[in-house]
């Protein structure tokens, strides 16, 4: 039997951290197929990340152990996303999932979140492949974040696709129906051993970046763009999800402070989209910020914004999601050498307390964000706190030594 697993992805390929942990795979000599939703394509908004123009390259040997295979890819667009729910008890999902083990021959699966876990560990259990639950997040409390933001214009359909009372014994049963959980940071495993019943198989695999990618992305900067910006504005950049709880109404609202105190030089950029856009630009207009607050909208190049800026902020709001994860952006940031600018999230926080790259603020407090926003004007403070974080980039928070990780877990399961 060919040392074949199967990675099963809610959601849209390519993803950062799926893109990552299946070219691992077949870098290490698994064959893989990726079995994705992918209900809208890959070059629309939201569907890339920043290194899609890397992910597409082809040439390399180990591509060619790597298969991408779209859930129900000859069914009607019209019906493809209806039919195809991410959701344990939908046949579709259920069957593709079997396929994948009886037809294909896998001898190890791996799901990304807690939608789709239990129809792969029913898979598993009947065919006798052990299942990797990778738990980027704390589902249960996403999905109370996104309720609370939706407000009634999705409210009957919250009761039955984010139901928080039902996701959380669904959340229950999948960790402890998996062989192995992964988790991002190291806050999450004592949560996730209360789950279990147990810290054995446990793995911490983070979301860092490639730091070869980085390099690459950052030297072809230095050749279409040229030096980094210095003096003027203090420009700090947020790239990703637009939304209230990532903290962007902390930012409009502390450029709003800062304009009251005669601070102008200082501009932020939001690069990305997401649901409540729109209201967060009307909140920055109303609090006659638009000047100082730029919506770019979603970009296929990020990072290009991210090598312009002087600082990377992250100012997701304190809550039960954001005490358990890491978003990728804040080692982005670290990669190149920008100081980080971070709510106090307990991941974030201790990242930055322990590395000294950053300055963090108190969630949702503009005024103390206003603060560190002004200590950040000192261009040497900004070039100590941004050697800081991209040495532990080099020395620790990279996909090689997270990467190496993901191997050893899946290696004590694996069964060929």
């Given at each position: 039997?060919?040392?074949?697993?199967?990675?099963?992805?809610?959601?849209?390929?390519?993803?950062?951290?799926?893109?990552?942990?299946?070219?691992?795979?077949?870098?290490a000599?698994y064959?893989?197929?990726v079995?994705a939703?992918?209900?809208?394509?890959?070059?629309e908004?939201?569907?890339a990340?920043?290194?899609?123009?890397?992910v597409v390259?082809?040439g390399?040997?180990?591509?060619?152990r790597?298969?991408?295979?779209?859930?129900?890819?000859?069914?009607p667009?019209?019906?493809?996303?209806?039919?195809?729910?991410?959701?344990?008890?939908?046949?579709?999902?259920?069957?593709?999932?079997?396929?994948?083990?009886?037809?294909d021959?896998?001898?190890l699966?791996?799901v990304?979140?807690?939608p789709?876990?239990?129809?792969?560990?029913?898979?598993?259990r009947?065919?006798?492949?052990p299942?990797?639950?990778?738990?980027?997040?704390?589902?249960?409390?996403?999905?109370a974040v996104?309720?609370?933001?939706?407000?009634?214009?999705?409210?009957?359909v919250?009761?039955?696709a984010r139901?928080?009372?039902?996701a959380?014994?669904?959340?229950r049963?999948s960790a402890?129906?998996?062989?192995?959980?992964?988790?991002?940071?190291p806050?999450?495993?004592?949560?996730?051993?209360?789950l279990r019943?147990?810290s054995?198989?446990?793995?911490v695999v983070?979301n860092?970046?490639v730091?070869?990618e980085?390099?690459?992305?950052?030297?072809?900067?230095?050749q279409?763009?040229g030096?980094?910006?210095c003096g003027?504005?203090?420009?700090?950049?947020?790239?990703?999800?637009?939304?209230?709880?990532?903290?962007?109404?902390?930012?409009i609202?502390c450029?709003?402070?800062?304009?009251?105190?005669?601070?102008q030089?200082?501009?932020?950029?939001?690069?990305?989209t997401?649901?409540v856009?729109?209201?967060l630009?009307a909140?920055?207009?109303q609090?006659?910020?638009?000047?100082?607050v730029?919506?770019?909208g979603?970009?296929?190049?990020?990072?290009a914004?991210?090598?312009?800026?002087?600082v990377?902020y992250?100012?997701?709001?304190?809550s039960?999601h954001t005490h358990?994860?890491?978003?990728?952006?804040?080692y982005?940031?670290?990669?190149?050498?920008?100081?980080?600018?971070?709510?106090?999230c307990?991941?974030?926080?201790?990242?930055?307390?322990?590395?000294?790259?950053?300055?963090?603020?108190?969630?949702?407090?503009a005024?103390d964000?206003?603060?560190?926003?002004l200590?950040?004007?000192?261009?040497?403070?900004?070039?100590?706190?941004?050697?800081?974080?991209?040495r532990?980039?080099?020395?620790?928070?990279?996909?090689?030594v997270d990467?190496s990780?993901?191997?050893?877990?899946?290696?004590?399961?694996?069964?060929?």
């Amino acid at each position: 039997m060919s040392a074949r697993i199967g990675f099963v992805f809610f959601s849209t390929y390519p993803d950062i951290r799926v893109v990552k942990m299946t070219d691992t795979l077949a870098k290490a000599g698994y064959e893989v197929i990726v079995l994705a939703r992918n209900i809208k394509g890959v070059t629309e908004p939201g569907a890339a990340h920043p290194y899609a123009h890397l992910v597409v390259q082809q040439g390399e040997e180990w591509r060619g152990r790597l298969q991408v295979r779209r859930l129900l890819d000859d069914t009607p667009e019209g019906w493809r996303a209806p039919l195809t729910l991410p959701y344990h008890i939908n046949p579709v999902w259920r069957r593709a999932i079997r396929d994948l083990v009886v037809k294909d021959g896998c001898r190890l699966l791996i799901v990304r979140d807690m939608p789709l876990v239990l129809a792969a560990v029913s898979v598993g259990r009947r065919y006798g492949v052990p299942v990797i639950f990778d738990m980027a997040e704390n589902y249960p409390a996403v999905l109370a974040v996104w309720r609370r933001w939706e407000g009634r214009t999705r409210a009957l359909v919250n009761v039955f696709a984010r139901n928080t009372a039902l996701a959380r014994p669904v959340e229950r049963a999948s960790a402890r129906g998996a062989d192995a959980v992964l988790v991002v940071v190291p806050e999450h495993v004592e949560r996730v051993s209360r789950l279990r019943g147990t810290s054995d198989g446990i793995h911490v695999v983070e979301n860092t970046p490639v730091l070869e990618e980085l390099d690459a992305l950052w030297t072809r900067y230095e050749q279409d763009i040229g030096s980094q910006p210095c003096g003027g504005c203090l420009e700090v950049v947020y790239g990703g999800n637009v939304h209230f709880y990532r903290g962007i109404d902390t930012l409009i609202e502390c450029a709003a402070f800062l304009k009251r105190q005669g601070q102008q030089e200082v501009r932020f950029t939001v690069v990305g989209t997401g649901k409540v856009w729109n209201r967060l630009q009307a909140m920055a207009l109303q609090l006659g910020v638009s000047d100082a607050v730029c919506f770019t909208g979603w970009q296929a190049d990020l990072m290009a914004f991210v090598y312009r800026a002087h600082v990377g902020y992250d100012g997701s709001h304190a809550s039960e999601h954001t005490h358990n994860t890491m978003p990728n952006k804040v080692y982005d940031y670290m990669g190149f050498c920008k100081p980080v600018l971070v709510s106090d999230c307990r991941p974030m926080k201790r990242l930055v307390e322990q590395t000294g790259c950053g300055l963090v603020f108190r969630s949702q407090d503009a005024e103390d964000l206003a603060e560190k926003v002004l200590m950040l004007r000192d261009p040497a403070l900004r070039a100590e706190m941004g050697a800081r974080g991209r040495r532990a980039v080099e020395e620790r928070y990279n996909w090689g030594v997270d990467g190496s990780a993901f191997l050893r877990a899946v290696s004590i399961l694996f069964r060929d």
